[in-house]
């Protein structure tokens, strides 16, 4: 969630804003992903023992463009990865980088048989300095979505998992 | 006040802002269009900006302690469906196009002053989800990888 105005005039990057500026290059390199069998082992604790390293998902092949520092990951629209709408808050469209014809996977990991959810959307609400009390009009833009469903991790092992992205 | 941009981090594995949360968080009835997700003190990351939560080795700011400290968001109104079958990125599932609402409360406690933040903690109290605005929404049942 990005702010995109105060009250004060100081402006964040949106989200998407800042990928449509990015300017870095990538070699865009695609690694090929080799499927894991799927092991069954839904509750099993990592036998290394540590969360998030080694039972985290993996994400989706994908590398949007620019990617700034490579993010794996499509912008909001239509699976069919035709032309998204235009969103006023950010004054581009929902998905700057154009239309898909491969598609698009709103899932952001891999592996991933589930439900998901995803919204792009702009809110607006109050902003406090937690020191002074002063307020301000605020707004933001977010793109949030959840997985719910099973994935298969780093350990190949099949996990039940609920996943949100912020 | 400045700028703030809440986000899960990145993960050893590069998936991009993503947190793990309760089971029971996220409900759908893809039949009916609609789905919910709650959040309670999901705990995050404040990079202040979208540029500075991205630059990984490279960020010149710090990033600091964020909480969602509630998140509503309801997803309904089903206005198209559509399948997909996706070899290019192994994908392929059902999905609802629909509108969505969010209600959230987000909180960065108090910290040093940094570049990008004066440190006097910050909170934003969205305003009701009724006036929020979805310019897109979706919901399905998906799957990829192995399961393609």
């Given at each position: 969630m990005k702010s995109i105005m105060s009250a004060s005039g100081l402006a964040g990057l949106s989200r998407r804003s800042f990928f449509r500026h990015a300017a870095t290059a990538s070699g865009g390199v695609l690694l090929g992903s080799a499927l894991p069998s799927k092991a069954s082992a839904d509750d099993a604790e990592s036998p290394c023992g540590s969360h998030g390293i080694c039972d985290f998902p993996l994400p989706i092949p994908h590398i949007n463009t620019?990617?700034?520092?490579?993010?794996h990951i499509y912008f909001p629209g239509p699976v069919n990865g035709g032309p998204t709408p235009f969103d006023p808050c950010t004054g581009?469209?929902?998905?700057?980088?154009g239309v898909h014809l491969e598609g698009r996977d709103?899932?952001?990991?891999?592996?991933f048989k589930g439900f998901i959810g995803q919204a792009d959307l702009c809110l607006s609400g109050t902003g406090t300095d937690l020191t002074t009390g002063a307020h301000a009009p605020y707004q933001f833009h977010t793109d949030m979505r959840f997985m719910h469903g099973v994935f298969v991790g780093t350990d190949l092992v099949e996990r039940k998992g609920s996943f949100v992205f912020v | 006040m400045g700028p703030h941009s809440w986000d899960a981090g990145v993960a050893p594995?590069?998936?991009?802002w993503v947190a793990q949360v309760p089971e029971g968080s996220a409900h759908v009835d893809l039949d009916d269009g609609s789905a919910s997700l709650h959040l309670e003190n999901l705990c995050v990351y404040d990079a202040f900006t979208v540029a500075n939560s991205l630059?990984?080795?490279?960020?010149p700011v710090n990033l600091v302690k964020g909480i969602i400290n509630s998140l509503r968001m309801e997803w309904r109104g089903a206005l198209s469906m559509d399948t997909a079958n996706q070899s290019a990125n192994k994908m392929r599932g059902k999905f609802v196009e629909n509108t969505a609402t969010i209600e959230v409360t987000a909180t960065t406690p108090r910290t040093e002053p940094t570049a990008l933040s004066n440190g006097h903690g910050f909170r934003f109290v969205s305003d009701p989800a009724s006036t929020s605005f979805s310019n897109f929404a979706q919901i399905g049942e998906e799957r990829n990888g192995a399961f393609f």
């Open positions: 620019p990617p700034p520092g490579g993010a581009a469209p929902v998905d700057p980088s709103p899932s952001l990991i891999f592996n | 594995t590069n998936v991009v630059l990984g080795l490279n960020r």
